[in-house]
Nanobody, 119 residues
């Protein structure tokens, strides 16, 4: 079993920045891909960014050039650096990790962290 703990959300003004973190803990596992998704009120959850174990990253068009995903494999942690935030970025942000363990391969979700962009 893998537990994920997210942190870093909050209330910011348009144009400001935030950094989200998601730390994984457990025993005898290897994290493959890591990613971030978000869900705005009344909307479906959408993909934001993913990063492979080797550090190759992909981004949704809506965040390309403003958000940066990174990871620390030694600490089993993924980050999302968000710059030039706008009200359209307001959502609950969820991390997702693809894990290989003795029980096979599966993915896990974080509990979500609220990001609100408002003046």
């Amino acid at each position: 079993q893998v537990q994920l703990v997210e942190s870093g959300g909050g209330l910011v003004q348009p144009g400001e920045s935030l950094r989200l973190s998601c730390a994984a803990s457990g025993r005898n596992f290897i994290i493959l891909g890591m990613g971030w998704y978000r869900q705005a009120p009344g909307k479906q959850r959408e993909w934001v960014a993913t990063i492979t174990r080797s550090g190759s990253a992909d981004y949704a068009d809506s965040v390309q050039g403003r958000f940066t995903i990174s990871r620390d494999n030694a600490k089993n942690t993924v980050f999302l650096h968000m710059n030039s935030l706008s009200p359209e970025d307001t959502a609950v942000y969820f991390c997702n990790v693809d894990v290989m363990s003795g029980f096979g391969r599966r993915d896990y979700w974080g509990q979500g962290t609220q990001v609100t962009v408002s003046s």
